[in-house]
């Protein structure tokens, strides 16, 4: 589908769908019935009238922090399509970085859910005028709205108008947000424990979902089950702008997505479609569906067979497919790279899906693997209108920096012009700082992170996540780290200790039989993924980590806590 708009801007966006798709549910809570898009644009031309009263104007900072929710929604449609600009912030931002991206970013005004509002106590410094309590959109105002103004503002929303941007009296009509201006400002979590504010203009945002919507199979009957957070800005667009764009429902979960609470949901809503990270999928096919597998001899022994396994996996895919509502057409996958055998699985069972490659700096949608044509282990091809290519290509493997210009291209990094003018290249061009390579069909395939190649014996380059992948693959291991020390490649990994106990009944041996297991059990697997690898790339030993791993907000492991050094 083509999206046609006067405008590249959200609030253009929003009215195409409230005048073509009206009377059709838009958004509730899983096993709610949904409010319709007449009654979205009421709620939130509503809100933007209250943001309107207390002061808030075209091109002030607004934050939204709290768990997926309509209100949420609502929330952010209110802030950018009346100009003003949109903070969200990730729940699982502790409260001094928090904070910080309130006074950073200057915000004016905060909806934020009620657990999350310890974080605000005490905190100096901030320029917020109220806040509003993201459950019941109480406002809590800081400073007093001017009287009368309330009223006023309702009466100017009703005939499409907002309060005045120069006299600062309500009366004359809101300048327009134009699609250079800006819509968003995304703090990334990072992995050195550094956060940067990604500035997105609505021109960023809406060309991101007009053309990913070109490559996504959906339409108005669709009915989303969201699983991301919506701060994250892949949900943001995809989960959110796209379905919104062609006139789907999306539904959301009360509180953290836990695999009972999610299976319950599918129950609810019977979704369609499925934006989630492979995470989620990769723990089904582990704990659900390889157990079951491996736990029948006659089986596990015919599962290597080509033949027998894709009868298996055909078999396992129905029961998901079930248990997920029996109503799921595809699966979106996002944020990281599938592990291949969960990918066998999905071909296998016959499962649609499809897998993208992004980042926040990019609205953040770059390639989608074409439907139906879904090449295993690539992130795709380039949505249309965009340039990507390599920077300084390897002249033997073609790999190289992936790099990207176009109109999804953010504008720069919130008040740091070092770390903008760091990223940037000659020409416009975006550095992603992943390393990858295109084949001669235009797919793009990611093999690893800038920063985390390792150098090998004779100048060969390593990829962690690459090795990382296949330690994954082995039935007993959670996480891994993959790094060099002196010379040598050596891994940390968080063990499955459920499958280690049920298969090999560890719990009840003493703490030296269970260590010498554990040991083997290791080394056995090393000397499998070794056999996959080359020999310069080869794992020296594999080390239990007796913990996850820390990681970001973003679900992505913090690597330089694990190296050299680390812990």
């Known amino acids: 589908m083509i999206v046609e708009l006067e405008k590249r801007t959200i609030k253009c966006l929003l009215e195409r769908t409230f005048e073509k798709y009206g009377s059709l549910p838009s958004i509730a809570f899983a096993g709610e019935p949904p409010i319709v898009y007449l009654q979205l644009k009421q709620q939130v031309q509503e809100a933007a009238t209250a943001l309107a009263a207390r002061g808030i104007k075209k091109g002030d900072r607004v934050a939204i922090m709290g768990e997926n929710c309509p209100n949420w929604v609502i929330s952010y449609l209110a802030i950018t399509s009346m100009g003003a ?137 669709d009915r989303f089950l969201s699983t991301i957070p919506l701060a ?24 953290l997505p836990t695999p009972q609470k999610l299976l319950a949901a599918m129950e609810a809503v019977r979704p369609t479609a499925v934006l989630t990270v492979p995470l989620v999928i990769d723990k089904i096919f582990r704990k659900k569906i390889l157990p079951q597998i491996q736990g029948k001899l006659i089986i596990n022994k015919l599962y290597p067979l080509a033949f027998f396994r894709r009868k298996l996996h055909k078999v396992a895919g129905r029961k998901l497919i079930k248990s997920f509502g029996d109503k799921l057409r595809f699966f979106m996958f996002g944020g990281a790279s599938l592990n291949e055998d969960v990918e066998v699985f999905l071909r296998d069972a016959g499962i649609s899906y499809s897998t993208g490659y992004g980042m926040t700096e990019t609205a953040p949608i770059m390639t989608i693997n074409p439907f139906g044509q879904v090449k295993v282990g690539s992130c795709g091809k380039p949505i249309p209108g965009i340039e990507m290519s390599l920077h300084e290509p390897d002249a033997q493997s073609g790999i190289g920096e992936i790099i990207v210009r176009g109109a999804i291209v953010m504008s720069g990094y919130y008040k740091n012009p070092d770390a903008s003018a760091e990223i940037f290249l000659p020409g416009g061009w975006l550095r992603t700082g992943d390393l990858g390579y295109f084949d001669a069909e235009g797919y ?54 459920d499958v280690l106990d049920r298969e090999f009944e560890r719990n009840k041996l003493n703490d030296a039989e269970a260590r010498k297991l554990t040991e083997d059990i290791l080394d056995m697997a090393r000397q499998r993924i070794n056999t996959q690898l080359p020999a310069f790339s080869q794992i020296s030993r594999i080390l239990e980590h007796p913990e996850p791993f820390e990681k970001t907000p973003t679900n992505k492991v913090k690597r330089y806590l694990y190296i050299s050094g680390g812990k």
């Open 232 to 255: 994250h800005t892949f949900e943001a667009t995809g989960g959110c702008l796209c379905p919104i764009a062609i006139g789907a429902s999306i539904h959301y979960m009360r509180g």
């Open 444 to 497: 793009l395939f990611i093999k690893g992170r800038c920063k985390n190649v390792i150098i090998g014996p004779s100048g060969e380059n390593i990829y962690p996540e690459a090795i990382e992948q296949k330690i994954l693959q082995e039935p007993y291991f959670q996480e891994a780290v993959v790094y060099e020390e002196q010379g040598k490649l050596l891994v940390k990994a968080y063990l499955d200790y």
């Open 85 to 221: 600009v949109a903070v969200p912030v990730l729940t699982g931002f502790p409260e001094t970085d928090a904070r910080h991206i309130l006074r950073n970013s200057e915000a004016q005004g905060i909806f934020i859910e009620p657990k999350q509002r310890p974080k605000l106590e005490g905190m100096d410094g901030s320029a917020l005028k109220f806040i509003c309590d993201l459950e019941n959109f109480h406002f809590d105002d800081l400073q007093k709205p001017r009287p009368g103004l309330i009223k006023k503002t309702l009466a100017l929303f009703k005939r499409g108008r907002a309060r005045g941007a120069g006299d600062g009296e309500p009366g004359a009509e809101a300048p327009e947000p134009e699609p250079g201006d800006l819509a968003v400002i995304i703090y990334t979590s990072g992995t050195t424990g550094h956060s940067k504010g990604v500035m997105l203009s609505h021109q960023n945002i809406v060309y991101d979902v007009a053309h990913s919507i070109e490559r996504f199979p959906i339409n108005s009957d």
